[in-house]
Nanobody
Framework: QVQLVESGGGSVQPGGSLRLSCAAS????????MGWFREAPGKERERVGT????????YYADSVKGRFTISQDNAKNTLYLQMNSLKFEDTAMYYC??????WGSGYACYTPSIYWYNSWGQGTQVTVSS
């Protein structure tokens, strides 16, 4: 399995920005679905957005479309989540996840249950407060 380590979380005011990073190791030469997920207190873990490493296209939850952007740096084996125009409701623990998948696109990686992903990082906390 791939090992994932998130970083970049912190506290920010509404309207601010943060960039999360997910460093991956243990990759094979296969392609992967990768994604960002979040879990707020008292709520279920939810998808933020997903990407397929070979296709490069991303797909986002409606709640973050136009504000969040997923990108990847294949040379560094790192996935990013650029978060702009942050809102109070974006406060959550953010997780990076991966699953080997030879097929796919950002949308195809979005549709499975989050439990289909079998490699998870430890999470990084994002808090939006004034």
């Amino acid at each position: 399995q791939v090992q994932l380590v998130e970083s970049g979380g912190g506290s920010v005011q509404p309207g601010g920005s943060l960039r999360l990073s997910c460093a991956a190791s243990g990759y094979t030469r296969s392609s992967y679905c990768m994604g960002w997920f979040r879990e707020a207190p008292g709520k279920e873990r939810e998808r933020v957005g997903t990407i397929h490493t070979s296709d490069g296209s991303a797909y986002y939850a409606d709640s973050v479309k136009g504000r969040f952007t997923i990108s990847q740096d294949n040379a560094k084996n790192t996935l990013y989540l650029q978060m702009n125009s942050l809102k109070f409701e974006d406060t959550a623990m953010y997780y990076c996840a991966a699953k080997q998948a030879s097929w796919g696109s950002g949308y195809a990686c979005y549709t499975p249950s989050i439990y289909w992903y079998n490699s998870w990082g430890q999470g990084t906390q994002v808090t939006v407060s004034s």
